[in-house]
């Protein structure tokens, strides 16, 4: 489940903001060769001007955006008699509505934060945690339906870690100048929201310390990013009187009762650590540190929808300490964001509907067909896993799902009735709506991963074994555009590489541990794992040896297996685009490949926002997942005339070779 009214910003696809910092880079006056910087070398036309897309992915956002906005402005002039429209565009309407948001104040969290002051016992703090989810504000964790681990056919109850406002643990605990220097600007967010709030002046450096503490206590207790990627870290069922003897504060039969599950008995509740420590926060703290937490939380949940005050205090931390960007965007890319989190399927749907092309659909599918094809060719030669994991990878292809540019189904049910002018109302209308509609489906098969049709997104989804484009990707850049010189080139050297970079974790360390069933049950042997390992280990080390800023290298270690997968991507797309394109073997159409693979992962990132990646990041920082990859990649270097040794290429002895 996405518990909607704490998703700061929908995440567009994996390292690639929808509406990065526009920061220019440093552009040098004359472009390097290929051989000593392919990246600056490819890109160069784009470094040198700031003012173009972010990213290749910015630039399909920014045409997404614009036709959701066309499509709902014409809802909104004219529902029909269509219910769905209707609520899209009342939904818009409101969304749009600064005055009326100004106006409503922060009344829709009043009733809240009134029980939030009268607070006093902890059995009182129980019943408020459980109240809260059922209405869509999921306090302290979070609380979800989804496939069973061991089951896959059947959706299960799960209690997992949350309660950080921040967007991870790490935040908390790095101890380095610019964690320190963020955490500062997060305890001048927390004190203004509880300013705006009515917090007195007295109050409020004791009310910012309790927030503080509680949320340090609480991210110590969680589970890293690089942990939460084994989803055997968050697979646990067990009985609810269990739980209740373990977790007595929390009163979770309480909590289910409140969820209208009264007669659930099992929950997986896998993030053990955290819910310690969360039941002893919840007995052992006085109600005086827990009445700023929740407020401050309440107000931080609804934050982007309450009067512009609040707004713009949200902005100054996620906007521009997070993601550097110099002030706030209209209030109608606002409204784009909270219409897709609300009724994003619906709204998926009428624009594939409207906007999809069978024409860059039909040739998505073939270079994804055709990677499929690759991956199954080097998986059968691939001597370094055994045969029994040779057989389940294939089985993996052989069920593969290729969803390419449709949008699923929007869920059933009518949309909640939405209000003209509440705005901030009708995000937690529809926050309650997917909380009930999730709950509701416990026991049911689950659906797959969401593709919604507006969305610039692509995944490989392992527990429905699912490949997945959106329409909004199936455009120039991604797809070359009419009259360009070798198209087959660079589609498969941009969506061909993106689609195998997915494609691989179907079959990588990470997938070997979910079966073609989508149950999670490793299918690799220890000698496989092992082998792997000997393969695959001098990847971390190089890596490791990257400078990203100044000082700072990458971290080998974390970003290992999406540096993997941008290696086995870039192979698999080019032995794709060998078996069909004739004109593979020519020089120009080499090196249009390889171009097309380089303007792939370009970014352009604010200075905060390259901190964070290399702080908590699973990804290499832009310029190293391209020149990583081709310095292990010997068509590159016979393409350009590199040499080893005068160039960032690898010598021949040291490259990694992820097949055969």
């Given at each position: 489940?996405?518990?909607?009214v704490l998703?700061?910003?929908a995440a567009?696809?994996?390292g690639?903001?929808?509406a990065?910092a526009?920061?220019?880079a440093?552009?040098?006056?004359t472009p390097p060769?290929a ?18 897309p972010?990213?290749?992915?910015a ?8 036709r959701q906005r066309t ?14 429209a209707r609520a899209?565009?009342?939904?818009w ?5 600064e005055?009326?948001l ?16 009268g607070l ?6 129980a ?13 302290l964790f979070?609380?979800?339906g989804?496939?069973?681990l ?6 299960i109850a799960y ?10 643990r ?6 380095d ?7 500062t ?5 927390v004190?203004?929201?509880?300013q ?5 002046d ?9 927030v503080l503490?509680i949320?340090t ?11 939460l990627?084994?989803p ?6 067990t009985?609810?009187?269990e739980l ?10 309480g909590?289910?009762r409140?969820q209208?599950?009264r ?5 997986s ?6 819910f310690?420590?969360?039941d002893h926060?919840?007995?052992g703290l ?5 009445r ?7 107000l ?8 512009k005050?609040?707004?713009?205090a949200h902005?100054?931390l ?11 965007l209209?209030?109608?890319?606002d ?5 897709d989190l609300a009724?994003?399927?619906s709204?998926?749907?009428?624009y594939a ?5 069978e024409?860059p659909?039909?040739r998505?599918?073939?270079v994804?067909?055709g990677?499929v094809?690759?991956?199954r060719?080097r998986?059968a030669a691939?001597?370094w896993?055994g ?7 294939a089985?993996k ?7 390419i540019g449709?949008a699923?189904?929007?869920p059933?049910?009518n ?13 937690l ?23 919604r ?6 995944y490989?989804?392992?527990?429905s074994?699912?490949?997945a484009l959106s329409?909004a990707?199936l455009?120039?850049p991604l797809?070359a555009g009419?009259g360009?010189?070798?198209p ?6 941009a969506?061909g ?6 494609l691989w974790h179907?079959?990588?360390a990470?997938g070997?541990?979910v ?6 049950q ?16 001098s990847?971390s080390d190089?890596y490791a040896h990257y400078?990203a800023?100044?000082e ?8 290992f ?7 086995a991507g870039?192979?698999?797309a ?6 069909a394109?004739?004109?593979?073997g020519?020089?120009a ?13 370009r970014r352009?990132m ?8 290399l702080s908590t990041?699973?990804h290499?920082?832009?310029?190293w997942?391209v020149?990583?990859?081709l ?9 350009y005339?590199c040499?080893a040794?005068?160039s960032f290429v ?6 990694l070779?992820?097949?055969?």
């Open positions: 489940m996405r518990y909607l998703t700061a910003a567009l696809l994996a690639a903001a929808g990065a526009q920061t220019p440093d552009a040098p006056a060769s051989c000593t910087d392919f990246y600056a070398h490819a890109n160069a036309d784009w470094l040198a001007d700031p003012a173009a972010s990213s290749p992915f630039a399909l956002v920014a045409r997404s955006l614009d499509l709902l402005d014409e809802l909104a002039a004219d529902a029909g008699s269509d219910a769905t899209l565009a009342t939904f309407r409101a969304a749009n509505d005055a009326a100004d106006a409503a104040g922060i009344a829709v969290l009043q009733p809240w934060l009134t029980r939030v002051d006093r016992k902890s059995n009182e703090l019943k408020l945690l459980a109240d809260g989810h059922a209405t869509g504000l999921p306090l979070r609380f979800e989804g496939a069973d061991r089951e896959p056919q059947r959706r209690a997992l870690q949350g309660g950080l406002a921040l967007p991870d790490d935040y908390y605990l790095r101890e100048p610019a964690s320190t220097a963020l955490r600007h997060y305890r001048a967010y004190a203004r929201l509880l705006l709030s009515g917090t007195p007295a109050e409020r450096e004791r009310a910012v310390d309790a503490d949320e206590r609480l991210a110590r207790a969680s589970l890293s990013l690089v942990q990627r084994d055997n870290n968050s697979w646990r069922p009985d609810v009187h209740d003897k373990r977790f007595q504060h929390l009163d979770l039969p909590f289910l409140a209208g599950l007669k659930l008995r099992t929950v509740l896998a993030h053990t650590a955290f310690v420590e969360a926060l919840v007995g006085p109600a005086s540190q827990w700023p937490y929740l407020r401050f939380h309440l931080h949940a609804l934050a982007p929808h309450l009067p005050p609040y707004r713009n902005f100054a996620f906007g521009t300490q997070l993601r550097g960007l110099a002030e706030p209209p209030r109608w890319h409204a784009l964001k909270a219409t009724v994003g399927e709204l998926g749907q009428r509907a409207r906007w999809l092309d024409a659909a039909k998505a599918r073939t994804v067909e990677v094809a690759a991956l060719q998986l691939a001597e896993l045969e029994d994991a040779r057989a389940a990878a089985a292809l052989d069920r593969l799902d290729i969803a449709h699923d189904p929007a059933g049910g949309l909640p009735a939405f209000a003209p002018d509440r705005h901030a109302a009708n995000v209308a529809a926050a309650r709506w997917r909380q009930a509609g999730e709950l509701a489906q416990l026991g049911q098969a689950p659906d797959p991963a969401p593709l049709g507006h969305a610039v997104n692509a490989y989804d392992l527990r074994n699912r490949l329409a990707l455009a120039p797809l009419a360009t010189d070798h087959l080139a660079r589609d498969y050297g969506l590489a993106l689609a195998a970079h997915e179907a079959v990588d990470q070997a541990t079966d073609v069933d989508g149950a999670v490793t299918w690799w042997t220890a000698d496989d794992f092992r082998r792997f390992a000997e393969r695959t280990s990847l190089q400078a800023l100044a700072v290298k990458v971290d080998g270690k974390r970003t297996l999406e540096n993997l997968a941008d290696l870039l192979s698999l080019y032995q794709a685009w060998q078996a394109d004739p004109e593979s020519e020089t159409a080499q090196q249009a490949f390889f171009s097309a693979y380089a303007r792939l992962w352009r604010a200075l905060s926002e390259q901190r964070i990646q990041g699973v290499a920082p832009p310029r997942r020149m990583g990859p310095a292990n990649f010997t068509p590159f270097s016979e393409a005339g040499v040794g005068a690898l010598p021949e002895g040291d490259r070779h992820p097949w055969p």
